[in-house]
């Protein structure tokens, strides 16, 4: 595996943050394996963008499309697939984002590549890969492999990879003409689309008591509306609890969601999966309740208790009461 | 329209107690209940719902051992006119470039308009099925879908971004979407319609009759390996508080008022 490349992703002309965290990857690869760390951008007019890697990667290789102008599986698979498979062995690195999700399994097997998602670390061990993943609702560990393959593609966790920017260097910038033809593309965006704006705005709120499945199938609502206008907070929840139609969609934290940065973060029943996680990143103090010890929840919390939510959170009201008194 | 549903039977992990196995490459799953995994409830559900509005068939498949039948038939319950279940001890081990070989090959024969998904699988979390096996099929795919409407031969849906932002995309057909959950709610399975599927056949199809052989399944036909799975630390990270629910609670009371979690 002597090339390490990685994909630059963008949307409305600006990088987004999941390519840092895919060089801050690339680096550490390529640092062990010895090999040449480059960066692939496709976009249309890509010049600003092209410059801005230069100044964090030896190598940046680009390709200018109107067709690259917003993140399609379809455009991407088509340019990148003769682009790398001319080069050799080679293993690709991609931030695990919700474009990443559309392209990188279609796009591995254009590659005849073997594909391992969303990575939260990357060993190199006796000169092969190794990538850790979370498996079983993320309570569990595992180590993977990639036999010989000679292609490999990653993609990595948000936030496992932190990114320092050494800049001063001046990155050699080759521009590769694009391989899309005339033909239209199978899949075609048409716009983007904002969620629906509800009567809370979560993202403001600086107390947040979030809901997750662990609160059941038939929850007792009052008990937790109770809780949250005590603490003087908001209610918000994890994905389940929407998609049972508990609380509408804009009460959703998560990637996918609401991305949130209250002062205080209270989860119930949540057991934290990723996409949940990488919306609450930012908040200073998160406690977890939840009745599974190994909640991935916990990982993230300051505090936790693993209990029974039907005892805990009345409790918790009953107490916050008195100290309010 | 002919739609094809890809599903999955998974252990439900979420409450259980987990342990590792002797071989420790897998956790202990002979205490483990299986179930429908969420994301592909949804994915039928849309299906039959397609189905409902523009006509044709559901066909549902999985590549599951012997137990998921019940699986397949709940989806017969719930509104697919067929289904087929995929299963040979050499699909043991069998990684997502494995399974989705074997649904491609028997996809590739039948007629197929549409083929659905769920977007990711809550046991290996590797969201890969759909996305490889419309590579396989020459198809294009997408991942975290909602909004479905199909219109002549074409599809248009919503897709999810980040922060509460979603791309409009139209999409010729055929192809594979590989669903959001939350994109519709999933019927309620009614006891009459549970009995009207009872007696209907589901062919069972081995590795031949798929079509393969033993080095493009299991294990040999994965291109991942696991090397060992392990339980992290219990409540890394966390300081768990001990004691019954009120001193518990009272702990965590006093915390919140010293970091002004009482607005």
């Avoid at chain 1, 984002?97 to 594909?115: F, M, R, T």
């Avoid at chain 2, 995994?37 to 397609?50: G, L, M, P, Q, T």
């Amino acid at each position: 595996m002597k090339q390490i490349f990685v994909l630059a992703e963008h949307r409305k002309q600006q990088l987004r943050d999941t390519t840092w965290e895919a060089i801050a990857a690339g680096r550490k690869v390529a640092g062990e394996f010895g090999a040449e760390l480059s960066c692939i951008l496709l976009a249309s007019n890509p010049d600003g963008m092209a410059d801005q890697l230069a100044k964090e990667c030896p190598k940046v290789l680009v390709v200018d499309d109107p067709k690259f102008e917003t993140f399609n599986s379809d455009s991407f698979i088509k340019a990148l697939t003769p682009i790398l498979k001319d080069r050799g062995p080679f293993m690709l690195i991609m931030g695990n984002s919700n474009s990443v999700i559309d392209l990188a399994p279609g796009l591995s097997v254009a590659l005849d590549a073997a594909l391992a998602t969303d990575c939260f670390g990357l060993e190199v061990q006796d000169g092969k890969l190794q990538a850790l993943r979370q498996i079983y609702s993320y309570k569990v560990n595992s180590v993977v492999s990639f036999k010989d393959a000679e292609r490999v593609v990653v993609t990595l966790r948000a936030g496992s990879f932190p990114f320092t920017p050494v800049a001063g260097q001046t990155g050699a910038v080759e521009k590769i003409a694009s391989p899309l033809g005339a033909e239209p593309l199978r899949k075609r965006f048409l716009n983007y689309v904002e969620a629906e704006k509800g009567d809370v705005d979560i993202a403001s709120a600086d107390i947040i008591v979030s809901l997750g499945r662990g609160i059941g199938d038939e929850p007792e609502m009052e008990a937790f509306e109770s809780l949250a206008e005590t603490m003087g907070g908001v209610l918000a929840c994890s994905r389940p609890i929407v998609d049972k139609s508990i609380l509408p969609k804009y009460h959703q934290v998560g990637t996918s969601g609401v991305e949130v940065k209250p002062k205080v973060y209270l989860a119930l029943g949540i057991s934290g999966a990723f996409q949940h996680i990488g919306g609450i990143k930012g908040s200073p103090l998160i406690i977890a309740i939840n009745k599974d010890p190994r909640a991935p929840i916990f990982r993230v919390a300051q505090y936790g208790i693993v209990g029974d939510l039907h005892q805990v959170v009345p409790a918790l009201e009953a107490k916050i009461k008195e100290l309010k008194k | 329209m002919d739609i094809v549903v890809c599903m999955k039977w998974i252990p439900d992990t979420s409450e259980a107690e987990l342990a590792v196995d002797s071989g420790g490459k897998d956790i202990k799953k002979d205490n483990l209940d299986y179930d429908i995994n969420d994301w592909d409830r949804f994915a039928i559900e849309e299906a039959v719902r397609i189905k409902e509005k523009v006509g044709g068939k559901v066909t549902v498949v999985s590549v599951a051992p012997e137990d998921a039948e019940e699986m397949l038939r709940e989806s017969l319950a719930r509104g697919a006119d067929e289904a087929y279940h995929l299963w040979d001890d050499t699909f043991e081990g069998s990684d997502g470039y494995a399974v989705s070989r074997i649904l491609a090959q028997f996809i590739k024969g039948r007629p197929h308009d549409l083929i659905l998904t769920g977007t990711l699988a809550e046991d290996d979390g590797g969201a890969q099925v759909g996305g490889m096996l419309a590579a396989m099929l020459g198809l294009p795919s997408s991942a975290l879908v909602s909004k479905i409407v199909i219109q002549d031969s074409k599809v248009t849906f919503n897709r999810e971004l980040e922060g509460g932002l979603y791309e409009a995309v139209e999409m010729d057909l055929p192809a594979v979407l590989a669903v959001a959950t939350g994109l519709n709610e999933p019927r309620f399975v009614s006891i009459r319609a549970v009995r009207k599927v009872a007696g209907m056949d589901i062919p069972m199809l081995d590795l031949g009759e798929v079509g393969l052989n033993e080095a493009q399944v299991g294990s040999q036909g994965s291109r991942i390996q696991v090397e060992k799975v392990f339980l992290p630390p219990e409540g890394e990270g966390a300081e768990i508080i001990k004691g019954s629910p009120e001193e518990a609670a009272a702990r965590v009371a006093e915390i919140l008022k010293e970091k002004g979690g009482i607005g």
